[in-house]
């Protein structure tokens, strides 16, 4: 059992573990959804995710990861397969019911609400593929983040650390996430 204490103040009465940090701050704690984290984070799929939404707080953003998952979807993908939807569909309606389908507003709507199903699919299908693909790099991933969830983190410093370094969350975070699993103390 290591004895943690703060590098910077040598105390431990002001520090927690980064993984108690980040789920005492963040109010929805897990969703077992396609969650949409927004920024470069992609689209987590279907898998728990404590970070990045609109309840966290800046702490708890500050020491979350900041790469986006191997593997995750950017929405980019989401939009192009959503506007592809949308086209797709304009063009069987047209094909199937013209004259009487025109170019008017409605149409427009009809189209893109038609478009959601197979945009939908569309990413759900590249999300399968994505992970599969990049299965090893999501797993390094994952160990890396719950590595981090048991750095300490110092309220009086503002730092995280573990053995043998320690930072701002802006510098700590990244370089955890470029520890191979034998720098983390893992095998393999
Ligand atoms: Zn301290």
Redesign the pocket.
């Known amino acids: 059992m290591i004895h943690w204490?703060?590098?910077?103040?040598?105390?431990n009465d002001?520090?927690q573990r980064v993984g108690a940090v980040v789920g005492s701050q963040t109010s929805d704690t897990s969703g077992m959804a396609l969650t949409y984290v927004g920024g470069d984070h992609g689209i987590l799929g279907v898998a728990p995710s404590v970070y990045g939404g609109v309840n966290a707080s800046r702490l708890a953003q500050r020491l979350s990861p900041y790469t986006m998952r191997p593997g995750n979807i950017h929405p980019f993908w989401i939009y192009s397969s959503w506007l592809l939807g949308s086209v797709g569909c304009a063009m069987w309606l047209n094909n199937r019911f013209s004259p009487h389908v025109g170019d008017g507003l409605m149409t427009t709507f009809l189209w893109m609400a038609a478009g959601i199903p197979i945009a939908g699919l569309t990413v759900f299908l590249l999300h399968l593929m994505h992970e599969f693909e990049q299965r090893h790099a999501r797993r390094l991933w994952h160990t890396q983040w719950a590595y981090l969830n048991d750095c300490y983190y110092?309220?009086?410093?503002d730092?995280v650390f573990d053995v043998t370094h320690h930072g701002r969350p802006e510098d700590f975070v990244p370089h955890v996430f470029s520890l191979s699993y034998e720098e983390m103390g893992y095998e393999e």
């Open positions: 204490e703060c590098p910077a103040c040598g105390g002001a520090i110092c309220f009086r410093d730092i």
